[in-house]
C-alpha cells in the first residue's frame, strides 16, 4: 500500500490535479471562445452601423441637399440646371416632380415675361402718360411720361407726383389726392425745363396686392387748346382784319343787356361805313379794298379803349360797342359821339393804296344802350338804321337812333306803371280842376272837370301827358269812372252846401269821357247807379264825347246816347272841327252842345283869305248858324282875349270857355271864384 498506497495515492492526487488542470483549460477555452464572440459581435455591430451611415448618407442626405439645391435654384429663377437625383423610389418621383414643377413654372414666367413686355410696349407705345402712384410717390410710369416730363427712361419713378405739378393747381391738386378723389381734371404740368403742359389728368383708384395705387393718365391738351383758339379765332374774329366779327359784337351787345338789367349802366352801339367803299373795290380791284380795310381796322384799333369793342359786321361796316359810359343820357350819348368821330377822324385821313393817295371818308349811327329793344340785332339794325341817315344827308356825321323817341318811349312806359299804380293806391292820388263855363253875359253856367294827378316825382301832371297813356293802356276805364265819381260827389256837396247854392243849383257839370270808356259794356248802367247813389240831378251831368266816338260804331252810340238821354243826361260835342268835320251826323245825335276847339277861337282874327292854313272867322258863323238850325247851344273853347270873345260873340256862340275867365281851379279856388261872380 504505502507504495502502492502511496502511489495510489499519488496517482489519485495526480488525476485530481489533472481534472483540476482540465477544468481550468476548459474555463480559459470557454472564457477565449466567449471573447471571441464578443469582439466578433462587436464588429459586426461597428460594421453594420458603417453601412446604416454610408446609407444613409447616400440614399437620404445627398438626395435632400440636392433637392433643396433645386428648389433654390428654382428660387432663383434658374430652371435649366437641376441636379439630377439618380435610382427609383420616393426620392426619384420627387425629383421628377421638381423638374416638373420647376418646367411649369418656367414657362409661366416666359409667359409672363412676354405679356409684361407687350404691356410695356403696348403703355410705351400709348401717346398718353400713364403714372402710377402710391400715397404720391411714383412706382411707375410709362415712356409716355418720361418723354412728356423731359426724364431719361424709368426717371419718374420714386419722385413725388405734385413736384411735377404746376404751383396754380399745386393746391387744388393736393386737395383731390388727399382726399383720394376720382375724376378727370384739367391740370398744368411742369416739365424739368420748367415749361408749363396743359394736361388732362383722369385719377383712378386701384387695389393692387393689398396696395392702393393711383392709376393717372395724363394727356398733354396743348395741341386741343390751339385748336380750340384757332376755332374761337375763327368764330368770333373777322379773318380779313382779325377785328372782332359781328356773332361775337352780337354776343357782347347781349352781355351788355344783361348786365344792364342787374344795375344801372349806359352804353352805345355804333356802326360806321366807309363811304363809297365800292368805288375802292371797282377802280382799284379787291385787292386795295382789303387794303384799305385792313388799314382802317388798323387806325381804329389804334384808337379803340378799354371796354369797347370793335368789329367789323358787314364788308365795309364797323362796329363799336362802347360800354360804362358815364352820367345821364346826355352825358353818355356826348362822350360816345366824341368817341365816334375821333374814329371817323382816323378814317378820313389820307390813305395810299397802289401809288394812289385815297381820301376817304365815314358816316356813324349809333344807339344807346339800353333802350326799348331787347334784342342785339334788332339794336345793331336799330345803329345801322341811323347809320343810313349819313348817306341820305351826304355827309360824314355821327346819327343818333331816334334819339328823342327812344327817350320819350322808355318814359311813356314808365309814365304807365307809375299811372297804374296810382290808380290802385287808396285814396288814389289824382284830383280835378274845374274850369268855369259862362254864357254871353259872362255869368256861370256850368264847369268842366278836368283831372290832374300828382305824382310824388314828377308833380301835379297835366292829363294832356297821360290821358293817351291811360287811352292806350287802357287804364283810361277806371281812370275814368273816378272823374265821374269824384265830380259827381263834388257837384252834389256844392248842392247841398248853402253857401255854394246861389251858383250851385243850375249849374251843369261837364264830364270828359273817353270812347273807350263810352264803349264799355257796363257805361250806361253806371251812370245810371252812379247818379242815383249820389244823388244828383241827371239834368246837371254833361258827358264830353269826342268825334272818335261817333266813327267806330254809330249807331251803337246813338242807341246808347238815347237811352242815357231818356234819363237827363246831356251830351256835348267835344273838340268840335278837329276830327272829322262832318256835320252829317250831327243832325241823328242827342247833342245839348257843341265845343267849337280852341284851335278855331285862335285863328278867329285871321283874314278871310287866310293863306296860312287859319280858318278865318266866317267858318265859326256858318258852324254856329248850322248848330243852331239843328238847337244846339255852340260853346267856344280856349277864350282867351277879349277880341276873342266878342267875335265869337258876334258868330252867335252861346257859351265860353277859357283863361280870359278862368282857368282850371283847384275846388276850393273854385268855389271863391264862382261866390266872386254873384
Ligand atoms: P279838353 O277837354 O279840350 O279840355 C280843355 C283843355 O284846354 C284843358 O286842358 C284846359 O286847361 C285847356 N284850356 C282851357 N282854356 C284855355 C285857354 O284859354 N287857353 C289855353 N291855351 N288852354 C285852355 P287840360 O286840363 O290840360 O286838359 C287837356 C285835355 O285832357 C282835355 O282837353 C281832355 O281832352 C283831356 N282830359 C282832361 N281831363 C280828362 C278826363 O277826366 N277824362 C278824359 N277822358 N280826358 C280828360
Ligand atoms: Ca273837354
Ligand atoms: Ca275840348
Not at 381796322?297 to 362802347?322: E, I, K, M, N
Request: glycine share 6%; net charge negative.
Amino acid at each position: 500500500g504505502t507504495g502502492l498506497g502511496g502511489q495510489g495515492a499519488l496517482m489519485r492526487a495526480d488525476y485530481q490535479i489533472d481534472r483540476h488542470v482540465r477544468l481550468l483549460r476548459c474555463a480559459g477555452w470557454l472564457i477565449c471562445a466567449l471573447l471571441g464572440l464578443a469582439v466578433v459581435l462587436a464588429m459586426a455591430v461597428l460594421l453594420s452601423a458603417l453601412g446604416l451611415l454610408a446609407m444613409a448618407h447616400w440614399g437620404i442626405l445627398r438626395p435632400v441637399a440636392a433637392l433643396r439645391a433645386g428648389m433654390e435654384r428654382i428660387g432663383a429663377g434658374d430652371f435649366t440646371h437641376l441636379p439630377r437625383l439618380q435610382g427609383s423610389g420616393d426620392f426619384h418621383d420627387l425629383g421628377q416632380a421638381l423638374q416638373k414643377m420647376a418646367n411649369e413654372l418656367q414657362a409661366r414666367n416666359t409667359a409672363l415675361a412676354e405679356s409684361e413686355a407687350r404691356f410695356r410696349q403696348l403703355s410705351d407705345a400709348s401717346f398718353e402718360a400713364i403714372i402710377l402712384h402710391e400715397n404720391g410717390r411714383i412706382t411707375d410710369a410709362n415712356a409716355a411720361a418720361d418723354r412728356l416730363m423731359g426724364v431719361a427712361p424709368g426717371g419718374l419713378v420714386g419722385t413725388a407726383m405734385l413736384s411735377w405739378v404746376s404751383p396754380p393747381f399745386l393746391e387744388r391738386t393736393i386737395q383731390r389726392t388727399t382726399q383720394g378723389m376720382e375724376g378727370v381734371w384739367e391740370v398744368d404740368l411742369q416739365d424739368t425745363q420748367g415749361q408749363t403742359i396743359p394736361c388732362e389728368c383722369s385719377v383712378r383708384r386701384r387695389q393692387l396686392d393689398n396696395r392702393q395705387v393711383h392709376v393717372v393718365a395724363v394727356r398733354d391738351i396743348r395741341t386741343r387748346l390751339a385748336a380750340e383758339a384757332e376755332i374761337r379765332q375763327l368764330a368770333h374774329f373777322d379773318a380779313l382784319t382779325g377785328l372782332s366779327n359781328r356773332r361775337s359784337l352780337l354776343e357782347q351787345v347781349v352781355q351788355e343787356l344783361a348786365a344792364a338789367d342787374l344795375q344801372p349802366r349806359r352804353a352805345a352801339l355804333a356802326t360806321i361805313n366807309i363811304n363809297a367803299f365800292q368805288s375802292v373795290n371797282d377802280s382799284l380791284g379787291m385787292a386795295a379794298g382789303d387794303v384799305v380795310l385792313r388799314t382802317m381796322a388798323r387806325r381804329l384799333s389804334a384808337l379803340q379803349g378799354q371796354g369797347q369793342t370793335l368789329a367789323r359786321v358787314d364788308g365795309d361796316t364797323f362796329a363799336l360797342l362802347l360800354c360804362d359810359l358815364q352820367g345821364d343820357l346826355n352825358q353818355a350819348s356826348a362822350e360816345a359821339a366824341r368817341t365816334i368821330e375821333r374814329l371817323l377822324a382816323a378814317i378820313a385821313e389820307p390813305l395810299e393804296v397802289q401809288g394812289q393817295v385815297l381820301h376817304l371818308s365815314a358816316g356813324a349811327g349809333v344807339v344807346m344802350i339800353p333802350n326799348d329793344s331787347r334784342d342785339a340785332p334788332e339794336l345793331l339794325r336799330e345803329a345801322e338804321t341811323a347809320m343810313h341817315r349819313t348817306k341820305d344827308a351826304g355827309d360824314s356825321r355821327v346819327y343818333f337812333f331816334a334819339h328823342a323817341l327812344q327817350e320819350a318811349a322808355s318814359e311813356r312806359l314808365a309814365l304807365r306803371s307809375d299811372l297804374r299804380r296810382a290808380l290802385e293806391a287808396k285814396p288814389a292820388p289824382l284830383l280835378l280842376h274845374y274850369q268855369p263855363q259862362v254864357d254871353s253875359q259872362g255869368r256861370l253856367a256850368g264847369v268842366e272837370a278836368l283831372v290832374r294827378w300828382q305824382d310824388p316825382r314828377r308833380g301835379l301832371v297835366s292829363p294832356v301827358h297821360f290821358i293817351p297813356e291811360a287811352e292806350a293802356s287802357g287804364l283810361i276805364v277806371p281812370l275814368g269812372n273816378w272823374v265821374l265819381e269824384e265830380a259827381a260827389t263834388t257837384l252834389h256837396r256844392w248842392q247841398n252846401d248853402p253857401a255854394c247854392a246861389a251858383w250851385a243849383t243850375k249849374l251843369t257839370m261837364a264830364v270828359n269821357v273817353s270812347a273807350r270808356q263810352f264803349r264799355e259794356a257796363d257805361f250806361i248802367s253806371r251812370i245810371e247807379s252812379l247818379i242815383a247813389r249820389v244823388g244828383i240831378d241827371a239834368f246837371s251831368l254833361e258827358l264830353e264825347l269826342t268825334e272818335s266816338v261817333l266813327v267806330d260804331d254809330l249807331e251803337a252810340t246813338l242807341e246808347k246816347m238815347a237811352q242815357l238821354r231818356s234819363h237827363g243826361v246831356r251830351f256835348a260835342l267835344d273838340d268840335c272841327g278837329t276830327a272829322y268835320s262832318s256835320m252829317a251826323y250831327l243832325k241823328r245825335l242827342p247833342l245839348d252842345v257843341l265845343k267849337i276847339d280852341r284851335s278855331f277861337t285862335m285863328d278867329i282874327d285871321a283874314p278871310e283869305h287866310s293863306g296860312q292854313g287859319k280858318r278865318p272867322a266866317v267858318l265859326i258863323d256858318a258852324i254856329v248858324a248850322m248848330a243852331h238850325q239843328l238847337d244846339l247851344r255852340v260853346l267856344a273853347e280856349g277864350v282867351e282875349t277879349l277880341a276873342q270873345q266878342e267875335r265869337l260873340l258876334r258868330s252867335g256862340c252861346d257859351l265860353f270857355q277859357g283863361y280870359r275867365f278862368s282857368r282850371p281851379l283847384p275846388e276850393a279856388e273854385f268855389r271863391a271864384w264862382a261866390a266872386a261872380q254873384q
